[in-house]
């Protein structure tokens, strides 16, 4: 496998100290089914075409510029050469001027994840500065900006796992406040309620394995593609309804039986989407 290609090349810097780094992403996206656009009468691929409506044909790519529109309809064009002279040094340097404890930079605000390696020999100066931060910064995030993608993010970077991680942010613009909730209840009237809900959690608490969530939806898709090209009949089972909350004691009391007796249970394996009433139907086609 080919060794990943950095994001982003540039210097770390803090204060007067300065590190050649690289950036690479943290994450990926999975390699989920891909769907294309069809005509139903034909079957065929919708093509995509740029058009421009007032030459009433289709555009070129090096005949694309980019272009602010400041009143309907009126366009002020901008060139590459003018949207390079604007480019912010952020763009070569990622300047930490901020630190905070980590417990203080909110999960909403976070974005991407990704990986700081030096940019350098090993075991040069820059190496050798690099792997001192993570030590150093235990607890700690540096908040500076990087311009990536075309835009300028805020960022924020600590340690993780005996690595440089860098998590894009959003901006506290950006951040929207939480929709009002009817605050009447009496939470100390409540207070056997809550309590019922602590023991659901306990009940339900153990250590945080990502790998014990896979994207059943994926899975199920493939599943439904393959039915499909065998020529399997689809029954598509209704949507549940969810059971309204009578009482909310009796509720909570059943949840909490509920998730004992699971627990004592073995997992039962997926539904399968074909159900057996459409396997015997495809039989009896098959036999016809």
Known sequence: MAAPRPTWKGVLKIALLQIPVKV???????????????????SSRIQQKRVCPKCEREVKNEEVVKGFEFEKGRYVILHEAELD?????????????TFAA??????????????????????????EAFQ?????????????????YGREYLVAVGPLDGA????????????????AIDARTNLVSHSHEIG????????????????????????????????????????????P??????????????SLLAVSAAKKTPAKAAMPLVTPASRVARRRRLAS
């Open 24 to 42: 690479f992403p943290a994450t990926e996206s999975s390699a989920g089914v891909s769907l294309n656009q069809l005509h139903e009468t034909c």
């Open 164 to 179: 440089l991680v860098l998590y894009t942010l959003h901006h506290a613009g950006e951040l929207r406040t939480a929709p």
């Open 241 to 254: 309804e969810p059971a309204p909350i009578v009482n909310l004691r009796d509720a909570l009391t059943q």
């Open 102 to 127: 980590l417990a203080e930079l909110p999960l909403r605000a976070i974005d991407r994840a990704y990986f700081l390696t030096p940019d350098g020999p090993d075991g040069g100066p820059a190496c």
């Open 196 to 239: 019922l809900i602590r023991q659901v959690l306990g009940a339900l608490r153990g250590p945080l394995n990502l790998a014990a969530f896979p994207d059943q939806y994926q899975a199920d898709l493939r599943r439904l593609i393959a039915a499909k090209i065998a020529g399997e009949e689809i029954v598509v089972p209704p949507l």
């Open 132 to 148: 001192l931060l993570g030590p150093a910064m235990t607890g700690t995030i540096g908040i500076g900006t990087l311009a990536i």
């Open 85 to 97: 002279a604007v480019t912010p040094d952020s763009t070569r340097v990622i300047d930490l001027t």
